[in-house]
């Protein structure tokens, strides 16, 4: 009778690691951008132009990398900010309360790719490198 059962409790046990191992792969935590160095460091005006020349290898190239860009902040919200009239910055803060429109800065962030449908080029996780005021 206690070989019977232990088949099934051996099975039971089979069945919810591999379950525990599934969950644990498709929720892995989120990757942290704090931390990690920026696959390339480029300008605005630079990156607008790589896009509208070669958008498909520069999008399959830096697409979920860290890119860190440069440029002049063009429009403004509490969550996102818009560099150089073409690049969406998104955030998980606030972030309005030392920037105004017309400033010059870096943002580290996660490529995400070119919304042609808005004409925008798109990051999430964003965070602010510096912000150099304009006068």
């Known amino acids: 009778m206690f070989k019977k059962y232990f088949k099934y409790v051996v099975l039971i046990i ?3 690691a ?12 989120h990757e942290d951008l704090t931390q990690r160095k920026a696959d390339l460091e480029i300008k605005a005006e630079r990156l607008i132009e790589n896009l509208n020349t070669q958008s498909e290898l520069f999008i399959k190239k830096y697409h979920h990398q860290t890119l860190l860009v440069s440029g002049q902040v063009t429009e403004l919200d509490a969550s996102w900010l818009i560099l150089n ?6 955030f998980n803060q606030n972030i309005t309360k030392d920037l105004k429109i017309g400033d010059s800065l870096k943002v580290k ?27």
Request: charged share 20%.
């Open 18 to 29: 591999i379950g525990y191992g599934i969950k644990s792969y498709i929720y892995q935590p």
């Open 109 to 135: 962030a996660r490529f995400l790719g070119y919304d042609e449908l808005l004409d925008e080029i798109n990051f999430d996780q964003s965070m602010l490198i510096n912000n150099t005021q304009n006068e």
């Open 14 to 16: 089979i069945i919810v």
């Open 85 to 90: 009239q073409k690049i969406l910055f998104k």
